[in-house]
């Protein structure tokens, strides 16, 4: 919203002395968000005066039209004489009134002037353009102004050029501040000065004789107000002030009628529309569009009409897409073109915020109207727009206000809001007191009744204000934020992290450290992406909960496993040539439950009950939190020491293990089948001596690492954080040293090809006993030495004792005991006996 300084001061005696950047800086201070403020004319210096145009003489000979002409300046030249310029419009004549700038002033840019010799003539001086003042972009032609001004007249005053405009930024509750209106009140309340309204006006009172009008979607629109202007001038122009007001608002002039509805609207905040009572059929209805209507609208562009859509309609169909643009059938008409508009229908109206901002996004047709509707308009300031532009247009235009007035307006419940006094003083934490809690709310417009306990009723242009805690706002930011003393709170002992928070950091730290690059994704998923993992249909992984608005329609869910967007990274990353990677992240995922329930909304005055944050619990869907990596290329890079090792679905495994001894958990890893993994490559993850599964590794599908445009050999792991710790955190523990050397014994055994090499080794772990210091698998071997659905593990043996060093004899009978035990419990041979 762009505030011309002078105009503000129409409605706020502010004193004299007050620049625009003082009034921004009370404005900021207030809560508004004033972005730049513009100085109009700062560089302009006079002479510049209306002049009148005595004699043209048309110059020939050169490419473009150039005219001779002398210019009566009154005695602002000095001497009284007529002034000889050369100019290159033509949209003049003799006798029309223009602005001369003369020799010595200052234009903006800075662009200082001077007499000089020009086409064969002296020109002392220049007839000006809009665009040359600073006043817009047009430059088609110079400016001619009305007959009544004398010539010498100061044209720098009579055009307002010298000005300062606050350029403030809005935002979508303070849609009241879209106006004069609403900019003032702040500025007053900022000031601490009465406020002159300008919608405070006499209007006359509903009656039956007014303009039909039939409202058939009440909700849609709650107002509508008409009046009806008669016996209008068509050659009337709007006068230089109300042209530079819209200019420096932003608005182009258009034409009379048009150019008194901006002006309202921006004084008031009441988006206005003029229709030309000629072009109207029959009774104005408010009502949705039906299947098949199409509106060309002002800017000449016809529109397929929606269902959704709130229409202003006559006898011959729809003449307006209520509160954003109108139609082209009952414009108002250029007299340059026609007739003109003699007699003019006034529309001031208030709409359903959410029906103008979806018909504004859907015909991709925002305004300044629909801009005001969708944040929130006056529904009282109808009738005063109305009544203010029908006293324009009478006085400027010689017109006749009709006595007919429809006031159409559906019932609206009055909002009181109790709020405990002391309210604003217990949020900012400061002492503020009855009295300036009561005055402050009084300034923006509130009613409040009430001693300790207030009863306050907002004002019909703060449909924000809802609640206890809005009201406090408001009494703090008039007050000033800058005044809410800085104190340091009070800081309860802390208890540090919680074990879960060490557990998730340790897991992070170790992934880091094995060689793991962390990355973030966004928790959004679509069928594509299952698709492409190759998960069966009835997969509860597909079971998702869906976004009512998500940033993405082809990805409306939440992610209900990590890989997704993991593969996703590691596919960005590969088509940018990063070929050598090893990923990982950790994240929530959301898995919706069995049974769905609403989720209750609770106040805002207090803090919910036990019942209500149960409630809400329970509409929640589970967020377990998990661990995934996926790993491509080389794990290892090769270099003149040698070809390097390629990732697969060993480190994937290696990469579960790395988060379970972070997390203080013992894991065994067993033969698995889950999509999207390979089913002969693909790890099954179990907290070892349970049955609890908590996640899978190994390589994945070929079809899904070509659905996804990844390399081949591709791994990943995905684990359940919460799973894996369910049975609660053990103490971690550095290893103990023992100053005593140790005793390595190695051991071959032949099992069946079936037998998991895990259980081996567990076998070989119960039976070694307490000197086992570590175990290693080193070598597989399958062939015909070994017999056909055999394989050999061959498997390294670290002995230690605490407290002496072991004998020969102490190591071979724990090797001797491991393999016994591996015998019963496997089946195994050992090799070579």
């Not at 609403?182 to 009465?194: D, I, K, M, Q, S």
């Not at 340790?506 to 060689?515: E, K």
Request: glycine content about 10%; some cysteine.
């Amino acid at each position: 919203m762009r505030v011309p300084l002078s105009w503000l001061r129409e409605y706020v005696d502010l004193p004299a002395g007050e620049t625009g950047r003082d009034v921004a800086e009370r404005l900021v201070r207030a809560g508004l968000e004033v972005e730049t403020v513009e100085q109009l004319g700062g560089d302009l210096k006079g002479p510049l005066v209306v002049g009148e145009v005595l004699s043209i003489e048309e110059l020939s000979g050169f490419k473009k039209p150039i005219r001779h002409c002398w210019v009566n300046v009154g005695e602002a030249n000095g001497t009284g004489e007529p002034q000889e310029i050369v100019c290159g419009a033509t949209n003049f004549a003799v006798g029309d009134k223009v602005v001369v700038v003369l020799p010595g002033a200052v234009l903006p840019g800075p662009f200082p002037i001077a007499a000089r010799k020009t086409y064969g003539h002296t020109s002392a001086g220049m007839i000006c353009s809009a665009r040359e003042l600073g006043m817009g972009d047009d430059h088609h032609g110079i400016i001619v102004l009305p007959p009544e001004y004398e010539p010498g007249t100061d044209a720098i005053e009579l055009l307002q050029l010298v000005d300062e405009v606050l350029d403030i930024a809005v935002t979508p509750d303070r849609g009241y501040c879209l106006s004069m209106r609403g900019v003032a009140r702040e500025a007053a309340a900022a000031y601490g000065l009465p406020l002159a309204d300008p919608a405070l006006l006499d209007v006359p009172p509903a009656n039956s004789f007014g303009y039909p009008v039939k409202v058939n979607d009440p909700a849609g629109c709650d107002r509508f107000v008409a009046r009806t202007v008669v016996g209008l001038d068509p050659n009337a122009k709007s006068p230089i002030w109300l042209q530079r007001r819209l200019q420096k608002t932003g608005i182009r002039p258009i034409s009379l009628a048009v150019d008194i509805t901006n002006y309202v609207m921006l004084e008031v905040g009441q988006p206005l529309h003029a229709y030309d009572k000629q072009r109207v059929d029959g009774p104005i209805t408010v009502r949705r569009a039906e299947p098949g209507e199409s509106l060309t609208t002002l800017d000449g562009v016809e529109r397929k009409l929606s269902a959704e859509d709130l229409l202003i309609c006559d006898n011959s169909g729809p003449i307006g897409l209520a509160g954003v643009m109108g139609g082209a059938s009952t414009e108002i008409l250029d007299p340059a073109a026609g007739p003109g508009t003699t007699e003019v229908i006034i529309e001031a109206a208030h709409f359903d915020p959410v029906a103008i901002a979806r018909g504004a996004k859907r015909h991709k047709l925002p305004s300044e109207a629909s801009k005001r509707f969708e944040r929130g308009v006056d529904p009282e300031a109808a009738r005063a727009a109305a009544q203010r532009a029908v006293d324009l247009l009478v006085l400027i235009a010689g017109g006749t206000a009709e006595a007919g007035v429809t006031d159409i307006a559906a019932p609206h419940p009055v909002r009181t809001i109790t709020i405990a006094a002391d309210l604003p003083d217990r949020v900012a934490g400061t002492e503020y007191g009855r009295e300036t809690v009561t005055r402050r709310l009084q300034e923006i417009g509130c009613s409040v009744a009430g001693a300790d306990v207030l009863e306050v009723t907002p004002p019909t242009w703060r449909p924000d204000l809802t609640d206890p805690y809005d009201l406090a706002e408001e009494v703090i930011r008039l007050e000033g934020y800058d005044n809410v003393p800085a104190r340091m709170p009070t800081v309860p002992p802390g208890r540090g992290l919680t074990e879960a928070q060490r557990m998730h950091r340790r897991v992070g730290v170790a992934l880091a450290g094995a060689g793991y690059v962390e990355v973030n994704n966004y928790p959004f998923v679509g069928e594509a992406s299952f698709e492409a993992l190759g998960l069966e249909a009835d997969d509860r992984r597909r079971r998702t909960v869906t976004l009512v608005n998500p940033l993405n329609d082809e990805e409306p869910g939440l992610r209900t496993t990590l890989l997704p967007g993991l593969l996703g990274a590691l596919r960005r990353n590969v088509g940018r040539g990063n070929t050598d990677l090893a990923v990982f992240e950790t994240g929530t995922v959301f898995l919706p439950k069995d049974e769905l329930s609403v989720a209750p909304r609770p106040a805002v005055d207090r803090r919910p009950s036990d019942e209500e944050l149960a409630a809400l619990d329970a509409a929640l869907p589970h967020q377990p939190r998990r661990v995934a990596v996926a790993l491509t290329g080389e794990r290892l890079p090769s270099g003149w020491w040698g070809k390097g090792s390629p990732a697969g679905w060993a480190d994937a495994i290696e990469a579960a293990r790395t988060v379970a001894r972070a997390a203080g958990v013992e894991l065994t890893v067993r033969q698995g089948q889950l999509l999207p993994w390979h089913p002969g490559r693909c790890a099954e993850l179990v907290v070892a001596g349970t049955d609890r599964v908590v996640g899978h590794a190994g390589e994945l599908h070929p079809r899904a690492v070509k659905a996804m445009g990844l390399p081949e050999r591709t791994a990943a792991m995905e684990l359940d954080l919460d799973l894996l710790a369910a049975d609660g955190a053990e103490r971690v523990s550095g290893p103990a040293v023992s100053g005593f050397p140790v005793a390595t014994q190695d051991v071959a055994l032949i099992v069946d090809a079936a037998v998991p090499a895990a259980e081996v080794e567990a076998a070989l772990r119960a039976g070694a006993g307490e000197l086992l210091e570590a175990i290693r698998l080193f070598d597989v071997f399958t062939g015909e030495q070994v017999g056909e659905g055999r394989k050999s593990l061959a498997y390294a043996l670290r002995f230690r004792a605490a407290d002496r060093t072991l004998t020969a004899d102490e190591a071979s009978a724990a090797r001797e005991a491991a393999v016994a035990e591996a015998v019963v419990r496997t089946g195994a041979v050992l090799r070579g006996a």
